[in-house]
């Protein structure tokens, strides 16, 4: 009887704690210092790299950033931080770090048990509409990549825009 009450407790509190975990996800919005949706001109020793398409659709530009302060997590090592831009705001941060156990479980101790996919073979993290993370291994590295929400469906906002003046105009 008593097991039961102890499943029946962790049964409901599970999900409780895993919205705290995404709530910390939220409020951090991003890698160290450098914040998703935050202008391109807020982070020290970003350096415009090329411009591109996203999703094949939307201009975009990527800055790599160099600077002391994003050369560690803790005690491992980082080896490049780039940033995706739309229209001057930061939508996307990719992190890359040589291959370390302890950024998974550092990753895990801020934002709880990640959401693992067999398809794509990565590890998520989700804030509601807000803000997501993916953690991809393989032998050599890890890659990060924290990803706006807001900043993705106000690309997806602008293009019906275009696409209703376009049709406006005929």
């Given at each position: 009887m008593?097991?039961?009450?102890?499943?029946?407790?962790?049964?409901?509190?599970?999900?409780?704690?895993?919205?705290?975990?995404?709530?910390e996800l939220a409020r951090r919005n991003g890698f160290k210092d450098i914040k998703l949706g935050s202008p391109v001109d807020s982070v020290?020793?970003?350096?415009?790299?090329?411009?591109f398409i996203e999703l094949k659709e939307f201009e975009a530009k990527l800055y790599s950033v160099h600077n002391p302060e994003y050369e560690k997590i803790g005690e491992a090592d980082v080896k490049s931080v780039e940033l995706k831009i739309y229209k001057g705001l930061i939508y996307e941060i990719?992190?890359?770090?040589?291959?370390?156990?302890?950024?998974?479980?550092?990753?895990?101790?801020?934002?709880?048990?990640?959401?693992?996919?067999i398809r794509t073979e990565t590890y998520s993290w989700r804030a509601k509409d807000?803000?997501?993370?993916?953690?991809?291994?393989?032998?050599?590295?890890?890659?990060?990549?924290?990803?706006?929400?807001?900043?993705?469906?106000t690309m997806?906002?602008?293009?019906?825009?275009?696409?209703?003046?376009?049709?406006?105009?005929?």
């Open positions: 008593i097991r039961f009450f102890y499943l029946l407790f962790f049964v409901f509190t599970a999900p409780i704690v895993h919205a705290q975990d995404n709530e020290k020793g970003a350096e415009f790299e090329k411009e990719i992190v890359i770090t040589p291959r370390d156990p302890r950024i998974m479980r550092g990753l895990e101790k801020s934002y709880g048990h990640a959401k693992y996919s807000k803000i997501g993370l993916i953690y991809k291994g393989n032998r050599k590295e890890i890659k990060l990549v924290y990803r706006s929400y807001p900043m993705v469906k997806y906002a602008d293009k019906k825009k275009k696409i209703e003046a376009i049709a406006d105009d005929f």
